[in-house]
Each structure stands twice: as structure tokens, then as C-alpha cells.
């Protein structure tokens, strides 16, 4: 019998720095029993191989399967999709509901969701979670940020989405990269209502 998991989480790297948030996100929604949905633009394999030392696959099969082994997941928790793959559940919203995560979100694919491009499945599932009212997310990691990108992530909070830009704090003391980068995914996780145990939240103690 095929092992249940919780509702399905969409997760979507593009080809902004900041790809171990990305990767970690998987991690986390792994442990945390979700499935999750996983598209990477060609953009963001770049980035990957730029910034980790994890090197993964293009195709979808071959992806997922990259991605069960780096976390740990059981078979089938895991799907990947193509950037055209227009059969995905993702891409109608009479497909299976699922939250969305882009993260990281470069500023080209905030500009196409923001003017409801769709030319890919990435841009296409934004679109529609943002017409079907569901969770988006969009983890955005640039500096300086134009008149442009600001005015776009204006319009995105406008319509429902949260903009939750990957610029980590420091008050819980971090001992290293892992610890920033758990920090914000924490809080992504926080927006989608998922427990963890990344780091306590602002009053809580520290787990033992």
C-alpha cells in the first residue's frame, strides 16, 4: 500500500542566487510528511551547480529521483515537472489544490506572474494559485531593488501573494550558513501553517 502523505506542496526554483533555500525547503516539507511538487527552471540549474555541490538532473524523472535521494524521501513523495508540461495538476485549477512556494523567485519570473505571463508551468501554476485564492509565496532574493521589482511585488501582495524576501535576521545568534538559511525557511514554512523544528518562533525557548 502506498505510503499517505499531506496535501501536496508546490515548490519552484528559479534562477535567482539563493538556491539552498530552495533545496532546503524540499528538505523541510520532506520531513514534515508533505508530497511536494518541484519544477527548476534552466536558470536555476545553473544556479544550483553555481552555489552547491549538488548537480541535478533536467528531466523530471531523473530530477525526482536526485531530489528523494538528497532528502531522504519516501517513493513518490516527490514529483517533478517540466517547464512544459501542461498536463501537470498544477497547471488548471481543476487540478489537485497545492500551495506554492517560489523560492528563489528571480526578478523575471516575479515580473511574469505579477502581469500574468504564464509562457511556462513555473509562471502558469503562480497564476494560477493566485486565481484560485490558494497560498503563493514568493521568496524574491536581489538588492537593490528597482522601481520596477518593487512595483510588481506590490502588485502580487495586492492580489494575495506574500513576498517574503530571503533576507535573514540575526537575533537567534546564528552559528553558520545553515542557520540563515533555516531562518528563512522557517518562515516560509510559517506562512503555509507547517510545524517544525527549524528554529523556535519569537518567544519561544530553544528544543533541547
Not at 517513493?75 to 528563489?104: H, K, L, T, Y
Request: contains cysteine.
Amino acid at each position: 500500500m502506498a505510503e499517505a502523505f499531506k496535501a501536496p506542496v508546490t515548490v519552484a526554483l528559479t534562477g535567482a542566487s539563493g538556491a539552498p533555500y530552495g533545496l532546503r525547503l524540499i528538505d523541510a516539507l520532506v520531513a514534515a510528511k508533505h508530497e511536494v511538487w518541484v519544477m527548476v527552471s534552466k536558470a536555476a540549474h545553473l544556479v544550483i551547480a553555481t552555489e552547491t555541490d549538488d548537480d541535478l538532473p533536467a528531466r523530471p524523472e531523473r530530477l525526482a529521483a536526485a531530489l528523494t535521494a538528497r532528502s531522504g524521501a519516501a517513493d513518490g513523495q516527490i514529483r517533478c515537472f517540466g517547464r512544459e508540461d501542461w498536463m501537470a495538476p498544477v497547471a488548471s485549477g481543476s487540478g489537485a489544490s497545492s500551495a506554492m512556494v517560489i523560492c528563489p523567485c528571480s526578478t523575471g519570473t516575479l515580473s511574469a506572474v505579477a502581469c500574468g505571463a504564464s509562457n511556462n508551468l513555473i509562471e502558469r501554476a503562480a497564476d494560477v494559485a493566485l486565481k484560485e485564492r490558494r497560498p503563493l509565496v514568493l521568496v524574491p532574493r536581489e538588492t537593490p531593488l528597482s522601481a520596477i521589482h518593487l512595483e510588481h511585488m506590490l502588485s502580487l501582495t495586492r492580489m494575495g501573494a506574500v513576498i517574503l524576501p530571503a533576507a535573514p535576521g540575526f537575533y537567534h545568534r546564528p552559528q553558520g550558513v545553515d542557520d540563515l538559511v533555516d531562518f528563512i525557511v522557517a518562515r516560509i514554512l510559517n506562512q503555509l501553517g507547517i510545524e517544525h523544528q527549524l528554529m523556535p518562533r519569537w518567544g519561544e525557548s530553544t528544543p533541547p
